[in-house]
């Protein structure tokens, strides 16, 4: 689903309302703040930084407490889609997935206020970044980063309510396929940084010309 948000007028000083925060694709493993920062152009083989960027272009949204259910791989334990803090889902788990939740104490969303006038910038005054946006015609634009904080990465299971939806039960210990006790936490590799990236909404990055333009979502592909 795209992402639905409008830019604010930059006289505007008053907070954000946390019901402008758009609907962001899940990576498929938390990352450190650093290597997703909002703005940063991506594709399947490179990421690159922009300079021109200040923290004037950005809007700021936080919230206490965060909750999300997830499903993941099982396998490589890659996480595959996000549900929002609900407590059923109308979808059942597919072969070879498990259910999770992530619970943060925080969450702050960084937003483009104006993702094409960004781009635009981007592609008139930094020459490194409009070379790597010529070389990588699969590139997209990160407009809006979530990240959180002291985030706990929990299993869940799903119980069949009989109508057509699972509740989300959180694990405080369970048992593997094999019958043996796991732990009910998610085998995460920390991050090393205070906040962990856990959303982005990325754009494709448009030739239009000798100018550049924004297209449709392109999730979180490039971080599998």
Known sequence: MAAKYSRRPSHLSEPLSPSIIPELSILPHPLATDAVPCGQLVSRTS???????????????GTRWYKDVIFFDSASGAFVESFG??????????????????????QRV????????????IWAEDDTARKWIRENPDAGFVVAVRSVSNASYKRARLVDTGLKSWEVVREVGGEDKSGRH????????????????????????????????????????YWK
């Open 110 to 121: 960084r937003l483009l206020k104006d993702p094409e006038s960004s781009l635009k910038r």
């Open 182 to 221: 796991r732990d009910s936490g998610l085998d995460i590799k920390p991050t090393n940084s205070k906040l962990d990236v856990v959303g982005v909404v990325v754009r494709r990055i448009v030739m239009e010309g000798d100018d550049v333009g924004l297209g449709g979502e392109l999730g979180a592909e």
């Open 85 to 106: 803090g609900t407590h059923l889902v109308e979808k059942p788990l597919a072969a070879g997935q498990e259910a999770g939740t992530i619970e943060a104490e925080e």
């Open 47 to 61: 990421k690159q930084t922009p300079t021109v960027l200040h923290d004037r272009d950005y809007d700021d949204i």
